[in-house]
């Protein structure tokens, strides 16, 4: 049977979570505070095997609770239960101590699986910001140069227009007909999200794309 110590400043939710967890045959609450001072009295004299800790507390935040109850429970695994879905809170919270994170929202189904995954070992971290964590850990893939999204032959007719050919000279130039210069000029604009020549004739300068080969 696994001790908890329950940790929240909403009466009405403690109560709710005792009742959910007592009902559980291998989980047991043993003690309830609403405030920091009173979680660091009940966790040194309890040593549960789990803390449930809300970060929003009374008087202070539970962040700030986590290295004390560390410090004067330390075998007592610590699984924050919050509202705050933000993965700045799960950095601090697991960086102080924390071996779980769940919120407040998730089905009571979740959080009895969150409870057992921390009190056998494991890291629990809601899902939704598991994969918030994973998309800032994996490395960003580099923005595609808006040039280099061009077929060759938009970039082709792109350039000779920047260098003042009209669409026949062109056309005659790539062999093409002159209505396909013009979608290959609309295209590639577009493409560039440029709407006159003036424009095009610019980003051709800042890009270095009119220096001689």
Avoid: C, F
């Avoid at 007909?177 to 051709?204: D, F, I, N, W």
Wanted: no cysteine.
């Amino acid at each position: 049977m696994s001790s908890i110590l329950l940790v929240d400043d909403h009466a009405v939710l403690r109560a709710g979570l005792r009742l959910l967890l007592d009902g559980q045959p291998d989980l047991r609450v043993i003690g309830e505070a609403e405030d920091v001072r009173t979680a660091v009295v009940q966790a040194t004299t309890l040593q549960p095997d789990l803390i449930l800790l809300d970060l929003s507390l009374t008087g202070s935040s539970g962040l700030a609770a986590i290295p004390a109850l560390r410090t004067v429970a330390p075998h007592s695994r610590i699984l924050v239960l919050t509202m705050h879905d933000d993965e700045g809170y799960v950095r601090q919270a697991l960086a102080t101590g924390a071996n779980g994170y769940v919120l407040k929202r998730a089905a009571d189904a979740e959080l009895i699986a969150a409870i057992r995954a921390v009190l056998r070992g494991e890291l629990y971290i809601h899902p939704a910001l598991t994969r918030q964590l994973l998309e800032d850990l994996l490395p960003q893939t580099p923005a595609l140069n808006p040039w280099e999204s061009l077929s060759e032959r938009e970039r082709e007719v792109l350039l000779l227009v920047a260098r003042g050919y009209t669409a026949a000279e062109i056309a005659e130039q790539l062999s093409l007909s002159p209505k396909t210069v013009e979608t290959y000029r609309t295209r590639g604009m577009e493409k560039l999200g440029l709407r006159s020549r003036a424009a095009l004739v610019q980003y051709a300068l800042n890009h270095n794309l009119l220096t001689p080969t």
